[in-house]
């Protein structure tokens, strides 16, 4: 399996653009996860989905930011319109519903915007 | 309060040398402890797991979970400079939070 692939895995954008981050789980995963990396705050979950359907999207900083999942194998999070203040380095994780532990991250997206 | 604190380090110790790395909770509801491993420009790795309180060995790595105290601990014995690395704490419910993070460095 080739694990968690995140694209693009850099991304540097204007103040304002939509900014769309994709993510394709490993296979047979049904929870699909997106998290935040920053110096400041660490690791902060923003969003996940279980069989495809949003569940706890309460770490989403404003409505700036959306994300979807329109079937397993593909997810989205978009940033409309990007502010400087949500560089970071996006991660998206999948795990199996029956293994509480065996959480996958991909290699991560690094955003800037300047 | 955050659910989930960890000492930021940095953590610089030589080759050879007995780690601990150690994060508190808040969360009694909180069943799976897990340790992550991040090196630079990638993403984390999991390294050790256990459930519920107790310890766990895998080699050079010990978990110890106490779940009366809300802490939970990892040991790296015999350092190598590979072990350099952010490591991060981890518990789970339905969705995982983390600590954020200790830099270690381990030298030569």
């Known amino acids: 399996d080739a694990g968690v692939i995140q694209s693009p895995r850099h991304e540097v954008t204007e103040m304002g653009q939509e900014v769309t981050l994709r993510c394709k789980p490993i296979s047979g995963h049904d929870y699909l996860f997106w998290y935040r990396q920053t110096m400041m705050r660490g690791l902060e979950l923003l969003i996940y989905f279980n069989n495809n359907v949003p569940i706890d999207d309460s770490g989403m900083p404003e409505d700036r930011f959306s994300a979807k999942m329109p079937n397993a194998s593909f997810s989205t999070l978009k940033i409309q319109p990007s502010e400087p203040r949500d560089s970071a380095v996006y991660f998206c994780a999948s795990r199996w519903g029956g293994d509480n532990y065996g959480y996958t991250f991909g290699s991560g997206t690094r955003l800037t915007v300047v | 309060q955050k659910e989930v604190e960890q000492d930021p380090g940095p953590l610089s110790v030589p080759e050879g040398a007995i780690v601990s790395l150690n994060c508190t909770y808040s969360n009694s509801a909180f069943q799976y402890f897990m340790w992550y491993r991040q090196y630079s420009r990638k993403g984390p790795e999991l390294l050790m797991y256990?459930?519920?309180?107790g310890n766990k060995e895998d080699g050079r790595f010990t978990a110890q979970v106490d779940k009366s105290s809300k802490y939970i601990s990892l040991f790296i014995r015999d350092s190598q400079p590979s072990d350099s690395a952010t490591y991060l704490c981890?518990?789970?419910?339905?969705?995982?939070?983390f600590g954020t993070g200790t830099r270690l460095q381990v030298f030569p």
């Open positions: 256990t459930y519920s309180s």
């Open positions: 981890a518990m789970d419910t339905d969705k995982l939070i």
